[in-house]
């Protein structure tokens, strides 16, 4: 049996500030910040469902998650997270389950580190 060896990836997640900005210049900070706090839980949430069905090699299930990251995160500003949503939606297109945990793997911690980031985003806004 072959060793799995875990990498924890150090990626820096890029923003896009601009359309963070014009988010909340349409909604308002207070909204634009309730606004955030939910898809600080929409996609710590969806995160946790890839993450289970993945390691479960449940594909189909994988699908959703993957999907809804894809869509809800360039809406929010998260684009490096919604392109390694996109790469990981291809792969389970075309069937290709052997990369999909790798590149799973790649968006946990990239949405991790996503989830930090927008935690930060009330304070960088105050700075500004």
């Known amino acids: 049996m072959a060793d ?3 990498f924890r990836s150090m990626e ?4 896009n500030y ?3 900005r014009i988010l909340f210049s349409e909604l308002g900070t207070g909204q634009g ?14 995160l946790c469902q ?8 449940d594909w189909q299930t994988a ?6 990251l894809k869509l809800l995160s360039p809406q929010v500003g998260l684009d490096s997270l919604a392109t390694v949503a996109g790469y990981l939606a291809d792969a389970l297109a075309q069937n290709d389950y052997a990369i999909a945990p790798t590149i799973c793997h790649r968006m ?7 989830l930090f ?12």
């Open 4 to 6: 799995i060896i875990v």
């Open 12 to 15: 820096t997640p890029k923003l």
């Open 18 to 20: 601009p359309e963070i």
């Open 33 to 46: 910040l309730r606004v955030f706090e939910r898809v600080l839980f929409e996609v710590s949430d969806k």
């Open 50 to 57: 890839l993450e289970l069905a993945v390691h479960e090699k």
């Open 63 to 68: 699908r959703r998650p993957t999907n809804s």
């Open 108 to 114: 946990i911690c990239l949405g991790e580190a996503s």
């Open 117 to 128: 980031q927008l935690a930060e985003l009330p304070r960088v806004l105050m700075d500004q």
